[in-house]
């Protein structure tokens, strides 16, 4: 079983900036990729970037040239660095990480941070 926990969120100003963290733990043989994800009330959940094992990333467009994302050098932590904050960031943002286990493939999620973006 694996797990992932976020942190990291909370209220910020307009153009303020965020960095939130997600570990991941458990029986993990590898981790292929991770991302970040964000639900805004009344919405489904969007993709805001990832980044795989081998270092590439994507972006929505919505955050690209605002938002980046980095591992640690363990691999099991993954960040979102959020700059430029805009009210339409506000969304509570969860982590994902897909991977293997020495049994099975994962695809786990966080159970979410909120962030708020006040204007």
């Known amino acids: 079983q694996v797990q992932l926990v976020e942190s990291g969120g909370g209220l910020v100003q307009a153009g303020g900036s965020l960095r939130l963290s997600c570990v991941a733990s458990?029986?993990?043989?590898?981790?292929?990729?991770m991302g970040w994800y964000r639900r805004t009330p009344g919405n489904q959940r969007e993709l805001v970037g990832t980044?795989?094992?081998?270092?590439?990333?994507y972006f929505a467009d919505p955050v690209k040239g605002r938002f980046t994302i980095s591992t640690s050098s363990a691999k099991n932590t993954v960040y979102l660095q959020m700059n430029s904050l805009k009210s339409e960031d506000t969304a509570v943002y969860y982590c994902?990480?897909?991977?293997?286990?020495?049994?099975?493939?994962?695809?786990?999620w966080g159970q979410g941070t909120q962030v708020t973006v006040s204007s």
């Open positions: 458990g029986s993990i043989l590898e981790i292929s990729a």
């Open positions: 994902n990480a897909q991977g293997r286990t020495p049994h099975t493939r994962f695809d786990s």
């Open positions: 980044i795989t094992s081998g270092g590439s990333t």
